[in-house]
């Protein structure tokens, strides 16, 4: 298997998730990080560098796309992992050099943004680059299973969708040295609050497993934490376009929460139940008969994206990983993607995003697609 350069921007010293990339990105000896662009600052940009013994290392990202599409050992993709107000650039930058984009989510920190992007995987797409958005929960083993369940009518018609993402760790005002924190209460450089960071997951979820799409919604949006200017609590409810009806939390204030992600579907002959906190197991409910706890790669299960025998537990990084398992068959023609996010599911949550915001500020009206 022919292993694929990979470039960064963004994942520098203090990052978070930029580290988790890269441990996703070697699992599977799909890939080799080359070259980045991991700080807005040079001097941390370098050290950043030189901690991981990056040999190309670069003071901004448009110098990077330049110098990387020159070359012949030039990357084959770029994973975006800045603040969500920094995605446009980069993506635009790589996409416009022929050069494979990962980026995480939400898609960006304005519609403008987020449009500008669409419009750059459009002719992308002419020229058969890709892009790539990371709700890396779709790459969980019993997830995927779910959506085959659904897709091959285990469950009937999908009549509700319950979906929340609980955390807490912005109950309080957070340390103003908290990095991560820093941006994410900025509605400049975040766009939305729990909405942006983590309700746009569980939708994305939603939507994967059962391949509705949300129509329309009505939604609470609401800030506990005095001063803060984006929403840490919402509850919404969704129609979504395959007649199913949602309802979505999404938390940051939800004490004792720390990424308590959960799906439960329900249709007319079959109930789900999953939460990513015990990713290896999910209920499965047959109208009328015994719940069944299904195990990740057990009896009853496949086909089978999972790397060691169940009972052995696989999580987070794993679950990311399939991701740039994925993205690397994509890229190298040996796979088509068909379960990867793109800028479909990244357009649905900026969708998302705004309705949220426009139907909070009406006191909770329904927006429908296209409003
Ligand atoms: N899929 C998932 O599970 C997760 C996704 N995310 C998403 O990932 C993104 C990053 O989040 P997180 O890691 O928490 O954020 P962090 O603040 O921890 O890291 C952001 C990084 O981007 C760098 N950066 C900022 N501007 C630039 C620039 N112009 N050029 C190069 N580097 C830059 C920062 O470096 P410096 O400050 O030195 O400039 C820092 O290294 C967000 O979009 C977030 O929503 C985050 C967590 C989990
Ligand atoms: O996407 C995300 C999922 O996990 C994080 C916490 O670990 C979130 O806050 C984040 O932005």
């Given at each position: 298997?022919?292993?694929?350069?990979?470039?960064?921007?963004?994942?520098?010293?203090g990052?978070?998730?930029?580290?988790?990339?890269?441990?996703?990105?070697?699992?599977?000896?799909?890939?080799?990080?080359v070259?980045?662009?991991?700080?807005?600052?040079p001097?941390?940009?370098q050290?950043s560098?030189?901690?991981?013994?990056?040999?190309?290392?670069?003071?901004?990202?448009?110098?990077?796309?330049?110098?990387?599409?020159?070359?012949?050992?030039?990357?084959?993709a770029?994973s975006?992992?800045?603040?969500?107000?920094m995605?446009?650039?980069?993506?635009?930058?790589?996409?416009?050099?022929?050069?494979?984009?990962?980026c995480?989510?939400?898609?960006?920190?304005?519609?403008?943004?987020?449009?500008?992007i669409?419009?750059?995987?459009e002719?992308?797409?002419?020229?058969?680059?890709?892009?790539?958005?990371?709700?890396?929960?779709?790459?969980?083993?019993?997830?995927?299973?779910?959506?085959?369940?659904?897709?091959?009518?285990d469950?009937?018609?999908?009549?509700?969708?319950?979906?929340?993402?609980?955390q807490?760790?912005?109950?309080?005002?957070?340390?103003?040295?908290?990095?991560?924190?820093?941006w994410?209460?900025?509605?400049?450089?975040?766009?939305?609050?729990?909405i942006?960071?983590?309700?746009?997951?569980a939708?994305?979820?939603?939507?994967?497993?059962?391949?509705?799409?949300?129509?329309?919604?009505?939604?609470?949006?609401?800030?506990?934490?005095g001063g803060?200017?984006?929403?840490?609590?919402?509850?919404?409810?969704?129609?979504?376009d395959?007649?199913?009806?949602?309802?979505?939390?999404?938390?940051?204030?939800?004490v004792?929460?720390?990424?308590?992600?959960?799906?439960?579907?329900?249709?007319?002959?079959?109930?789900?139940?999953?939460g990513?906190e015990?990713?290896?197991?999910?209920?499965?409910?047959?109208?009328?008969?015994?719940k069944?706890?299904?195990?990740?790669?057990?009896?009853?299960?496949?086909?089978d994206?999972?790397?060691?025998?169940?009972?052995?537990?696989?999580?987070y990084?794993e679950?990311?990983?399939?991701?740039?398992?994925?993205?690397?068959?994509?890229?190298?023609?040996?796979?088509d993607?068909?379960?990867?996010?793109?800028?479909?599911?990244?357009?649905?949550?900026m969708?998302?995003i705004?309705?949220?915001?426009?139907?909070?500020?009406?006191?909770?009206?329904?927006i429908?697609r296209?409003?």
């Open positions: 298997m022919k292993r694929l350069k990979l470039g960064m921007v963004g994942g520098g010293q990052a978070f998730i930029g580290g988790v990339h890269r441990i996703a990105a070697r699992l599977d000896n799909r890939w080799d990080l070259a980045g662009a991991l700080s807005s600052d001097v941390r940009a050290a560098a030189d901690d991981l013994g990056l040999a190309r290392s670069y003071t901004s990202y448009e110098d990077m796309a330049k110098a990387e599409a020159a070359r012949d050992d030039g990357i084959d770029v975006i992992v800045t603040p969500n107000h995605h446009a650039g980069p993506a635009i930058a790589f996409l416009n050099a022929g050069i494979h984009v990962i995480d989510k939400p898609l960006a920190a304005t519609q403008d943004q987020a449009d500008d669409a419009h750059a995987v002719n992308a797409r002419a020229k058969g680059t890709h892009f790539i958005l990371t709700h890396n929960y779709t790459g969980y083993p019993l997830i995927r299973q779910a959506r085959a369940m659904v897709a091959r009518g469950l009937g018609q999908i009549r509700v969708i319950q979906a929340e993402y609980a807490d760790w912005l109950a309080q005002a957070p340390d103003p040295d908290n990095k991560q924190a820093a994410r209460t900025d509605p400049a450089r975040a766009g939305g609050g729990a942006g960071d983590i309700g746009t997951h939708l994305n979820l939603a939507s994967f497993v059962t391949g509705q799409r949300p129509a329309a919604l009505a939604a609470d949006l609401h800030s506990f934490v803060r200017m984006v929403d840490d609590n919402a509850h919404i409810l969704l129609r979504m395959g007649g199913a009806r949602a309802m979505l939390w999404a938390s940051q204030v939800a004792g929460s720390e990424n308590g992600l959960r799906l439960r579907i329900y249709g007319d002959k079959g109930g789900l139940e999953w990513q015990n990713p290896n197991q999910m209920t499965f409910t047959r109208f009328g008969q015994p069944q706890i299904l195990t990740r790669g057990g009896a009853g299960t496949g086909p994206w999972t790397r060691i025998p169940p009972g052995h537990p696989e999580g990084l679950g990311f990983a399939t991701l740039y398992a994925d993205a690397a068959d994509l890229i190298a023609g040996t796979g993607g068909a379960l990867l996010p793109g800028i479909e599911a990244a357009m649905d949550g969708w998302f705004a309705a949220c915001q426009a139907s909070s500020a009406k006191d909770g009206v329904f429908s296209g409003q």
